[in-house]
């Protein structure tokens, strides 16, 4: 090979130029992350945040399931109905998460869009922000 | 095979078959719920009471606002969940062609009948249309496609399809309850979501004349067995076998 030497110096540096943001990222330097607004006052959610950030629309997919099709309105937690305030939760995006996440654009919109995921709830659900305006 | 072989065979088949018959319909009582109440939501419409509250719509328009129903000028994009229409179409198979003018001209509430044998049901590919235990023709809009084979089979005239995006043309919207979006067929659910919380469906709500009657025909003793008892009534095609659950007295 000609040039092996400059051919293989070049071929490393584009090799860390590529992968750079996989070492940066490694390096706990995670770059951009959505900037999402949680609901300040609101202590009570049906789940721990890490288990509903991964898990959020699954448990959305299961509530409608069992509202629309199995007419079971309420969430039970181990068996035994959850309560939020006192009163029973509904299994209802709008009814129940949208009490407490009132601002989509600021919470679901900013991971969806940063994650270029687009969820087709609000084609149909109503947001409290749209009823303001 | 000997004689006495044969006999016994056939007596041990005819056991066993007897056997089975009696363990599987144990099986079906048991899957009926047997003894526990399950509910046979129905609805009665008094026509007469309703014609004397002349070009009142209240029962339509409780029915508009809360289900977030667009309204547009083109019938052909139209969407109704409950609706008005003259006797005489209403009861277009009645066959009596002496009756007086002023019942033929009565306006008349209609909506979905919420049949006992929905023919809508039977043809929808998804599923996405059902009929519930409690007698309710329900609807997932999450799951319809779009294709109206439901429209087509059903012969009310019940439902219709969001050939437009519904958004655009609701005055106010609801937050409480979802719109549809273009492509979904739609229909009256006897108000599911408010039955779910213990209240009538917001047409009979809303009716100042009590011309409208919501109960369960599964209990001998409800309003709605008490009136169908006492007063005559009639239903829309019921040459079809479809048996509508929605009751009219005329």
């Not at chain 1, 950030?53 to 181990?78: C, G, P, S, T």
């Not at chain 2, 003259?86 to 062609?97: D, G, Y």
């Not at chain 2, 003793?221 to 008892?229: A, D, H, M």
């Amino acid at each position: 090979m000609y040039d092996a030497g400059k051919i293989i110096f070049g071929l490393i540096i584009f090799v860390i130029l590529f992968s750079s943001p996989i070492w940066l990222n490694l390096a706990g330097n995670p770059g951009y992350k959505p900037d999402i607004k949680y609901p300040v006052n609101e202590k009570e959610c049906i789940a721990p945040r890490e288990y509903m950030n991964h898990n959020h629309m699954e448990i959305l997919n299961d509530w409608r399931d069992k509202v629309v099709r199995a007419d079971i309105r309420f969430y039970n937690q181990n068996a035994k109905p959850f309560l939020i305030d006192g009163k029973p939760a509904e299994m209802s995006l709008t009814h129940t998460c949208l009490k407490c996440h009132s601002n989509k654009s600021e919470f679901c919109d900013r991971c969806h869009n940063f994650l270029a995921v687009k969820p087709y709830c609000w084609e149909c659900h109503v947001t409290p922000e749209e009823v303001q305006k | 095979m000997n004689r006495r072989n044969f006999i016994k065979i056939v007596s041990f088949g005819g056991v066993l078959t007897v056997a089975s018959k009696m363990t599987l319909d144990a099986f079906a009582d048991a899957h009926k719920g047997n003894g526990k109440a399950v509910k046979r939501w129905a609805m009665i419409i008094d026509t007469k009471k309703c014609a004397e509250q002349e070009n009142c719509t209240k029962c339509m328009d409780a029915c508009n606002t809360i289900h977030n129903i667009p309204h547009f000028d083109n019938k052909k994009d139209e969407v109704k969940w409950i609706w008005k229409e003259k006797f005489e179409h209403a009861f277009i198979t009645s066959e009596n062609p002496y009756l007086s003018e002023k019942i033929n001209k009565r306006q008349i509430p209609l909506l979905c009948n919420h049949c006992d044998n929905p023919p809508c049901t039977e043809v929808c590919p998804t599923q996405a249309t059902w009929k519930r235990e409690d007698g309710i023709v329900m609807m997932d809009w999450h799951r319809c496609i779009g294709c109206r084979y439901c429209i087509a089979a059903c012969p009310f005239g019940s439902r219709s399809f969001n050939w437009r995006d519904p958004r655009e043309n609701i005055e106010n919207l609801n937050e409480a309850f979802p719109t549809r979006t273009k492509g979904v067929v739609e229909k009256c659910t006897f108000c599911d979501e408010r039955i779910a919380r213990g209240q009538i469906p917001a047409c009979v709500e809303a009716c100042e004349a009590k011309a409208m009657h919501f109960g369960d025909l599964n209990d001998a003793n409800s309003e709605l067995r008490k009136i169908l008892v006492n007063n005559f009534s009639i239903r829309r095609k019921p040459e079809l076998g479809t048996s509508p659950e929605v009751y009219y007295l005329v």
